[in-house]
Nanobody
C-alpha cells in the first residue's frame, strides 16, 4: 500500500500563489507516476498535472499550463504543485494521486492511490 498526505492548501486572493505538498510513504517503489487532480463543487474530478517519479517528465492540463509547476524531491518522497497567478476558477479540493502508468494516463480511474485532499480557495 501507498499512503499519500497533502498539505499547503488555503485561502488566497486572485493573482496570488500557493504551494501544495504531497508526501508518500509505504510501498512507494510500486508507483511510477504522481499526479494532482482537483474537484470543484458539483463538478467531476479533473486532471491537473503529473510527473514521472524517475526522470521527472511532466504533463499539464491546458487550463493550468504556464501557471502551475509540478516537481518532486525523491529523497523526501514528496511531490509539489507550485500554483501561480491563481484564478477564482482554480478553487477546488486538490488531491494527490499515485499510479503505475505513464503520463498518457490522465483519468482518475488510472490512479489507485489517493490522498485525503486539501482545499484551495481563490477569492476574486
Amino acid at each position: 500500500q501507498v499512503q499519500l498526505v497533502e498539505s499547503g492548501g488555503g485561502l488566497v486572493e486572485a493573482g496570488g500563489s500557493l504551494r501544495l505538498s504531497c508526501t508518500a510513504s509505504g510501498r512507494t517503489v510500486s508507483t511510477y507516476t504522481n499526479a494532482w487532480f482537483r474537484q470543484a463543487p458539483g463538478k467531476e474530478r479533473e486532471f491537473v498535472a503529473a510527473i514521472i517519479w524517475r526522470g521527472g517528465s511532466t504533463n499539464y492540463a491546458d487550463s493550468v499550463k504556464g501557471r502551475f509547476i509540478i516537481s518532486r524531491d525523491n529523497a523526501k518522497n514528496t511531490v509539489y504543485l507550485q500554483m501561480n497567478s491563481l484564478k477564482p476558477e482554480d478553487t477546488a479540493v486538490y488531491y494527490c494521486a499515485a499510479g503505475i502508468y505513464g503520463l498518457a494516463y490522465r483519468a482518475a480511474g488510472d490512479f489507485p492511490y489517493w490522498g485525503q485532499g486539501t482545499q484551495v480557495t481563490v477569492s476574486s
